[in-house]
């Protein structure tokens, strides 16, 4: 049965879009999957780059906020950090949610390489999570 997929972070600028862009190469490919943010502040090139390191080109994609239809539509909506959450728009009680607390690596401190560490962490530990979606 094709699934409906929907990531929610703060800004749609990082997270939910590194999540979207693994999601659409390691999910089934009858499943619907979009990302959104409670704002919107444009898609970071950091997770661009980091992405690519992986063969995954999300350049393409763009920030944007919350569909609520989309989100009522949706049979799993996954949020990224507790900001998405607290702020995510109530759900009809067939939409399944869960949360994945993620840092937000645009928030890293130190030098521009410290910080693509951060953004490489995140990124990985978002791989395995998708990757467990596959049993959903």
């Not at 190469?25 to 997770?47: C, F, M, N, Y």
């Not at 989100?71 to 949610?97: F, Y």
Request: charged residues 25%; aromatic residues 6%; contains cysteine.
């Amino acid at each position: 049965m094709p699934k409906q997929l929907y990531f929610l972070c703060t800004g749609n600028a990082c997270r939910s879009q590194m999540a979207e862009g693994f999601a659409k190469k390691l999910l089934p490919a009858d499943w619907t999957i979009q990302s959104a943010g409670v704002e919107v502040h444009g898609l970071d090139p950091r997770a661009v780059q980091v992405m690519a390191e992986l063969g995954i080109d999300i350049a393409s994609q763009q920030s944007k906020k919350i569909d609520p239809v989309y989100l009522r539509e949706s049979d799993l909506v996954i949020t990224l950090c507790g900001d998405a959450r607290d702020r995510c728009p109530v759900t009809p009680p067939s939409v399944q949610k869960l949360h994945w607390p993620l840092p937000d690596p645009a928030q890293a401190p130190g030098t521009p390489a410290e910080q693509l560490v951060v953004f490489r962490q995140v990124r990985d530990e978002i791989k395995t999570r998708i990757q467990s979606l596959n049993d959903y």
